[in-house]
């Protein structure tokens, strides 16, 4: 009798302890999910803080006489402080400069991320990934002076007086060079992630190392790849040292990489610089610039997730 009591009361025992087990388990499981919800909330509430401020402070500068949306959108000279409000003198400069970034560190970032992911072992892996990532910690304005006195000249052995000291091409040159690691770190993240499944199937269908990297991986990565792509977009539309040190000082609309132009970036950094006083045109004029460089930033984010959801494979 005494010891099915004492089993009883070891069963109970152990079931208290169980109980309370599961108790604290949940306590810690709803206190991490609280504090996720917070930065969630949080992060969400930055960017309508952010969107707000630039709105108002925007607003002061289109509520003046002799701005309007038609010289805003319609014009191809920005002086505010003679009338000529045309922003598309600064962004054809930051499109430029941004196209000439993708379109040097997209093949070469997916390039040595299928190299890193599907060729390379794992002793070069360990030895080539660091120092690739390195790129990422040299400091922009180091970039900035790169390009002016390196890059620019190797240019002008190549293109002669064609080419201007400051000039776009240079500065989209080394602005590719920025944001290739973050652009080959993400991607070999995502082609890694791709299950070994998929490899072996493709092996024995008779595929070679190249197919498979090129035809099953690299497709079924497309997700991953397309966020880094969309982060390395909005790393070079958002980009201010490099530009203003190498590309120009001056709005001018054009969309040769030969010549010298003044991206939104690089022009709040200059003007900026200098004493201005509040609710005036150049100051409040900053803000609106601050905005089309977000509407800019977002338009070109839903276009690339547009093409990433229209072009992923899908594996079920």
Same mark, same amino acid.
């Given at each position: ?122 002793? +070069?892996?360990?030895?080539?990934? !660091? #120092? %690739?990532?390195?790129?990422? /910690?040299?400091?922009?304005? *180091? =970039?900035?002076?790169? +390009?002016?006195?390196?890059?620019? !000249? #190797? %240019?002008?052995?190549?293109? /002669?007086?064609?080419?201007? *000291? =400051? ?9 590719? #060079? ?139």
């Amino acid at each position: 009798m005494k010891e099915e009591v004492l089993k009883m009361k070891t069963v109970e025992h152990q079931s208290f302890r169980q109980f309370d087990l599961k108790k604290k388990t949940r306590l810690g499981e709803s206190l991490i999910q609280g504090l996720l919800f917070f930065a969630g909330i949080l992060s969400i509430f930055t960017t309508v803080a952010i969107v707000y401020e630039l709105g108002k402070e925007a607003m002061l500068f289109f509520a003046l006489p002799d701005v309007t949306l038609g010289k805003f959108f319609g014009g191809t000279k920005w002086q505010p402080g003679i009338g000529q409000y045309g922003i598309w003198a600064l962004v054809s400069a930051t499109l430029t400069t941004s196209a000439i970034a993708i379109a040097i560190a997209l093949p070469l970032g997916l390039a040595s991320a299928i190299y890193l992911s599907e060729y390379a072992s794992t002793k +070069a892996r360990g030895i080539l990934k !660091p #120092i %690739l990532e390195i790129l990422a /910690g040299i400091p922009t304005v *180091v =970039y900035g002076y790169f +390009a002016l006195l390196f890059v620019t !000249p #190797i %240019l002008k052995n190549f293109f /002669g007086n064609n080419i201007q *000291v =400051y000039n776009m091409l240079s500065a989209g040159l080394v602005m590719g #060079i920025m944001i290739l690691p973050l652009i080959s770190s993400m991607s070999e993240d995502a082609l890694s992630a791709v299950p070994r499944s998929l490899r072996e199937a493709a092996y024995a269908m008779g595929a070679t190392k190249l197919e498979s990297s090129l035809q099953v991986v690299l497709p079924a990565a497309l997700s991953g790849i397309g966020a880094a792509l969309i982060l390395g977009i909005s790393r070079a539309v958002g980009e201010t040292m490099i530009v203003a040190v190498a590309a120009g000082a001056g709005p001018n609309f054009t969309f040769n990489p030969l010549q010298a132009a003044e991206t939104m970036t690089g022009h709040i950094a200059r003007i900026s610089g200098g004493d201005l006083s509040y609710n005036s045109i150049d100051y409040t004029s900053l803000f609106a610039i601050a905005l089309m460089l977000f509407l800019v930033t977002l338009v070109l984010n839903l276009i690339s997730q547009w093409v990433v959801n229209r072009f992923r494979e899908r594996y079920e």
